[in-house]
């Protein structure tokens, strides 16, 4: 198994700060939701000791970690594999860590599932699992061979997004100056993903070579975990025009519950809240959703996540990969948003603010549930 996934995330840092809508009078009384899907998150405890190279072989996966998931009500999590950036041979990174995750769901099978198409996660909700989405968030393991589809999704992935904020053989990411858009091999990966019926995921894109996806996907692609740059003007966000293409198409774009929705300062549930409101504004109710691109377990010692916080970011400036305002004095999660009941706060919190109950479903999983259908099968 490739550590690089595990190390990647266990990144963040601070001390909590109290959220503006946590005392609303309607806080209390919203009803729980127990269908969640995450588009993009992680199914690991940041604060969980480096497993040893004996745990690694023996397939082990944090037991909070499950535990939480299913606490959450989240149904199925699009999880990131193989190789994003760094050292390692691309392909071989990812085979590996495809493999070592298959077999750690096959010896969870109470407890965890794969999916493979829309009815695995209205099972996985059904049985109490904890669903699991492979998904790519580069494609450098394609080495320029966009056959490699065919094998991919007969390994299990379901989602391939097709840049890492850099330049690379599909086109230009988010923070690449020159912007450029989908390449000729770019648009034979798309093509290529179509037609094995993989998701194609556009976050860490350009704005260019969002829109030619958009415009060359033949099935609706997504968005998996952005904000809005309209109220954040961040290069990881998405503008109304992005937005605004991918809904006309039928795609799905998820907020994400990090710092780049308010770009030097501590964000918190509100600005989330926000952000899910301007995209509803531009995209309408049956095409936003969430992509957390977070853990969903508590932080029991913040001093020790700020450790790990302050050197996940110098790592990423060596390697080039960091984003602007990655401050390592904020805390990449909400302080009140935080642990397994986050996303039942969230949505008390949409319901306070006048949002009806059936919109509210459609946002915490009820619109991916539709998109992956459309675009795997039921």
């Not at 004996?54 to 499950?66: G, K, L, M, W």
């Not at 965890?112 to 968030?137: H, M, P």
């Not at 394609?142 to 690379?168: M, P």
């Not at 070579?209 to 961040?234: N, V, Y």
Request: aromatic share 6%.
């Amino acid at each position: 198994m490739t550590m690089f996934k595990m190390n990647r995330r266990d990144l963040f840092a601070g001390a909590a700060i109290a959220g503006a809508m946590a005392a609303s009078p309607g806080f209390a009384k919203a009803k729980k939701r127990r269908f969640v899907i995450n588009a993009l998150g992680g199914l690991y405890d940041p604060l969980a000791e480096k497993p040893t190279d004996a745990q690694i072989a023996a397939h082990y996966v944090d037991q909070r970690s499950i535990d939480d998931a299913r606490k959450a009500g989240v149904a199925a999590t699009n999880l990131t594999l193989g190789y994003v950036f760094g050292d390692g041979d691309p392909f071989a990174t990812t085979v590996d860590d495809v493999a070592w995750w298959t077999q750690a769901i096959r010896l969870r099978p109470d407890e965890l599932s794969l999916i493979l198409a829309a009815s695995d996660i209205r099972a996985a909700q059904k049985q109490g699992k904890a669903g699991l989405i492979f998904g790519f968030q580069s494609t450098e393991m394609f080495e320029g061979d966009a056959a490699r589809a065919r094998l991919f999704s007969d390994l299990g992935v379901r989602v391939v997004q097709l840049t890492y904020n850099l330049k690379s053989a599909v086109g230009d990411g988010a923070l690449v100056p020159e912007n450029g858009g989908l390449t000729e091999f770019g648009h034979d990966l798309v093509a290529a993903l179509n037609a094995q019926n993989l998701l194609v995921d556009l976050s860490h894109g350009g704005q260019r070579l969002t829109l030619d996806a958009i415009a060359a996907s033949a099935a609706p692609p997504a968005i998996t975990h952005s904000g809005c740059a309209a109220l954040a003007p961040h290069p990881r966000n998405k503008t109304d025009e992005e937005m605004r293409a991918l809904a006309e198409r039928g795609g799905v774009m998820g907020v994400y519950f990090i710092p780049y929705l308010t770009p030097g300062r501590q964000h918190m549930a509100a600005d989330i809240v926000l952000h899910i409101e301007h995209a509803l504004n531009v995209m309408g109710e049956d095409h936003v959703g969430i992509g957390t691109d977070r853990f969903m377990t508590g932080v029991d010692d913040m001093d020790k996540l700020s450790a790990l916080r302050r050197a996940e970011i110098e790592r990423r400036k060596a390697l080039g990969v960091g984003a602007p305002n990655e401050d390592p004095d904020l805390i990449t999660v909400a302080p009140d948003l935080i642990g397994p009941g986050q996303f039942e706060k969230l949505a008390t919190m949409l319901s306070a603010r006048g949002h009806s109950d059936a919109r509210i479903d459609k946002i915490l999983g009820g619109n991916f549930l539709r998109l992956f259908e459309e675009v795997w099968g039921a």
